[in-house]
């Protein structure tokens, strides 16, 4: 496990984070399509917190795109980087991301966080952020839609319908399996979203969530309770 120290210079303010997003964010690479589902390696990132001890734990888990066996991974821990702020929890939880991105041993292909890409207020969230920051091709994968809109997708698994924020396509929401509440798919960067949609799927035989989510947060909640003992 890796221990991570606040970066100097870290933002320490709304304003300061916000500026910091404004000037990322236009770095976003939308024109590529990224990876092919089913090949070379996928990575999931998660993070859990212990609030009242100003602890956040990190976790990264390669899978392999085509069996979904976990190949590497990775944990860190570190102080709570910045307040809660809605909008801007990339700014909580980066440092220690970053953290167990580069203690893998391995290149870690497409990443895929528990969060927001486009669909962000500000049209840049933490898969965004993180995709800026290392170059990586990224993809959000939600559990709720944040504040946009959307329609039912049909009830089969591999239906979607557009998230919205007014006109604008955001994201999609994905139905992973028959019958169940979608997850929401947006682009972090170097990914499109059609693709972004299939390695979703690709990512989710058995259950709602991304095999690649699921074990990172496992493994991240793992690493926050060996700190505390």
């Known amino acids: 496990m890796t221990?991570?120290?606040?970066?100097?210079?870290?933002?320490?303010?709304?304003?300061?984070?916000?500026?910091?997003?404004?000037e990322l964010r236009g770095e976003?690479?939308?024109?590529e399509t990224g990876p092919a589902p089913g090949a070379g390696y996928v990575t999931g990132v998660d993070v859990a917190y212990d609030d009242?001890?100003?602890?956040?734990?990190?976790?990264?888990?390669?899978?392999?795109?085509?069996?979904?066996?976990t190949v590497a991974e990775?944990?860190?821990?570190?102080?709570?980087s910045f307040p809660y702020v809605p909008g801007l929890l990339a700014f909580r939880e980066?440092?220690?991301?970053?953290?167990?991105?580069?203690?893998?041993?391995?290149?870690?292909?497409?990443?895929?966080?528990?969060?927001?890409?486009?669909?962000?207020?500000?049209?840049?969230g933490l898969a965004g952020h993180l995709g800026v920051l290392t170059g990586l091709p990224t993809i959000g994968v939600a559990k709720n839609p944040f504040t946009f809109t959307h329609d039912d997708p049909a009830p089969a698994r591999g239906s979607t319908s557009?998230?919205?924020?007014?006109?604008?396509?955001?994201?999609?929401?994905?139905?992973?399996r028959d019958g169940v509440k979608p997850v929401f798919v947006s682009v972090g960067h170097r990914t499109a979203l059609?693709?972004?949609?299939?390695?979703?799927?690709?990512?989710?035989?058995?259950?709602?969530?991304?095999?690649?989510?699921?074990?990172?947060?496992?493994?991240?909640?793992?690493?926050?309770?060996?700190?505390?003992?």
Not at 74 to 80: C, F, K, L, N
Not at 99 to 124: K, N, Q, T
């Open 52 to 69: 009242a001890r100003d602890l956040v734990a990190a976790a990264a888990v390669v899978l392999d795109a085509a069996t979904l066996d």
């Open 194 to 229: 059609g693709n972004a949609c299939a390695h979703t799927l690709a990512l989710t035989p058995r259950y709602r969530l991304p095999e690649s989510t699921r074990r990172a947060d496992a493994l991240c909640r793992r690493a926050l309770a060996e700190v505390q003992r």
């Open 28 to 31: 976003v690479i939308l024109d």
């Open 162 to 176: 557009p998230l919205l924020a007014g006109t604008e396509e955001v994201g999609r929401a994905l139905r992973t």
């Open 94 to 124: 980066i440092p220690t991301v970053l953290a167990a991105l580069e203690a893998l041993p391995c290149a870690p292909g497409l990443v895929v966080c528990d969060g927001y890409g486009l669909a962000h207020p500000r049209r840049f």
């Open 74 to 80: 990775a944990t860190a821990v570190g102080r709570i």
């Open 3 to 22: 221990t991570v120290r606040i970066p100097a210079g870290w933002p320490a303010t709304e304003e300061e984070a916000r500026a910091v997003q404004d």
